[in-house]
C-alpha cells in the first residue's frame, strides 16, 4: 500500500507532473526540461529529486549533462498512469504547449559540438 501512497505524493504536484508528460516522450536533461516548462533550473532540479528518490525517474550522465528518464514500471498502477503521460495527457491543451516548447530545444551537447564544428 506505501508504495502507491508514494507514487500519488510524488504526482501531487502540476510541475512534476508536466515533467512526467515530458519524459513520456523522450529522455530529457534538465536545460531542455527547463526551455520546455519555461521554469528555474533550481525548480526543475528540485521535482526532479522528488521524482528521483520515489523510484520514479533515472539519470545518466553525459560529460556535464545529466538525462533524465522514466522507469520501467513496477506495477499495473504505474503501467496505467505511465501510459496515460503518453495518451491521454499529451492531448491536453496545458501539456501540448510543454511539448511544443520541447521541441524547440536544442540540447547543450548539441550546442557545444555545433561550437566545435565551426572553430575547426
Avoid: W
Amino acid at each position: 500500500m506505501k508504495q502507491y501512497v508514494n507514487l500519488f505524493k510524488a504526482l501531487d504536484d502540476e510541475t512534476r507532473l508536466r515533467i512526467m508528460v515530458l519524459l513520456s516522450k523522450k529522455e530529457l536533461c534538465v536545460c531542455e526540461i527547463e526551455t520546455a516548462l519555461r521554469s528555474s533550473q533550481v525548480k526543475v532540479s528540485r521535482h526532479l529529486t522528488v521524482l528521483r528518490s520515489s523510484g520514479l525517474v533515472a539519470t545518466r550522465r553525459e560529460g556535464t549533462l545529466i538525462y533524465y528518464s522514466i522507469l520501467e514500471p513496477k506495477n499495473c498502477l504505474e503501467e496505467k498512469i505511465f501510459s496515460c503521460f503518453k495518451n491521454c495527457l499529451r492531448k491536453e491543451e496545458y501539456f501540448r504547449k510543454d511539448l511544443s516548447s520541447m521541441k524547440s530545444c536544442i540540447p547543450k551537447s548539441a550546442l557545444k559540438v555545433a561550437r566545435r564544428a565551426r572553430k575547426s
